[in-house]
């Protein structure tokens, strides 16, 4: 590339502003895809029929229990103590409407 090309380049990219977007990302931004696919497949439903059946009235249900595991899994928590950590991600708090399961309640 010729100098005077490469200059009209850096000149027009100065020219470029980087601006933040509205929404926050988070490392797990591609998680609930994964999660969605497995949600909507018929493996949860199998899934679904093996787990213990949850009826407290503070109960989130196996499915949602489940799910935070996978996640878990899928981010890279090694035992349910590390999903403590992933329990504040903002966006597995919207995958689950807000209710992320304590680690406590998943063991």
Sequence with gaps: MIRAERRRI???LRTYKALPPDERLTASSGI???VEIFYKSSL???MLKSLPER???RSVG???LA????AGHLMG???VEDLEEIRDDEF???LFDGEVPAPRTIS
Excluded: D, N, Q
């Design 10 to 12: 850096e000149k027009k």
């Design 32 to 34: 609930g895809i994964l």
């Design 44 to 46: 949860f439903t199998e």
């Design 55 to 57: 009826v407290s009235h």
């Design 62 to 64: 196996s499915g949602p």
């Design 67 to 70: 799910l935070t595991v996978i």
């Design 77 to 79: 928590a090694e035992s």
């Design 92 to 94: 597995l708090r919207g």
